[in-house]
C-alpha cells in the first residue's frame, strides 16, 4: 500500500502561482506512473497531468498546457505540481495519484483516466481569487 500525503494548496489572487507536493511511501518511487487530478465544488473529477515512470513522458489536460508543470524528485519519494498564471476556474480539490503497475500510459492512453491510478492523495485546496 502507498500513503500519500499533500501540501502546498492555498489562496491566491488571479495570476498568482503555487506548487502543491505529494510525498509517497514506498521504495520503488521511481516506478511510479503519477498524475494530478482535480475537483470543482459540484462537479467531476477531471485530468490535469501526468507522468510515466523514470521520469517519462508528461501528459497534459489543454486548459493547463503552458501554466501547469508536473515533476517528481525520485530520491525525495515527492511528485509536484507547478501551477502558474492561476485563474478562478482553476478553484477546485486538487488529488495527487499514483499507479504502482507496470506498463502505463501504452501509447500515450489512458492517463486521464481515474480509473488507471490505485492510489490517491487526501486533496488539497486551490482557491483563486477574482
Known amino acids: 500500500q502507498v500513503h500519500m500525503v499533500e501540501t502546498g494548496g492555498g489562496e491566491v489572487q488571479t495570476g498568482g502561482s503555487l506548487r502543491i507536493s505529494c510525498l509517497a511511501s514506498?521504495?520503488?518511487?521511481?516506478?511510479?506512473?503519477l498524475g494530478w487530478f482535480r475537483q470543482p465544488p459540484g462537479k467531476e473529477r477531471e485530468a490535469v497531468a501526468a507522468?510515466?515512470?523514470?521520469?517519462?513522458?508528461?501528459y497534459y489536460a489543454d486548459s493547463m498546457k503552458g501554466r501547469f508543470t508536473i515533476s517528481r524528485d525520485n530520491a525525495k519519494n515527492t511528485m509536484y505540481l507547478q501551477m502558474n498564471d492561476l485563474k478562478p476556474e482553476d478553484s477546485a480539490m486538487y488529488y495527487c495519484a499514483v499507479d504502482t503497475r507496470l506498463p502505463c500510459f501504452l501509447y500515450g492512453r489512458d492517463w486521464d483516466l481515474a480509473s488507471t491510478y490505485k492510489y490517491w492523495g487526501q486533496g488539497a485546496q486551490v482557491t483563486v481569487s477574482s
Open positions: 507522468q510515466g515512470f523514470e521520469n517519462g513522458n508528461t
Open positions: 514506498g521504495s520503488t518511487f521511481h516506478y511510479y506512473c
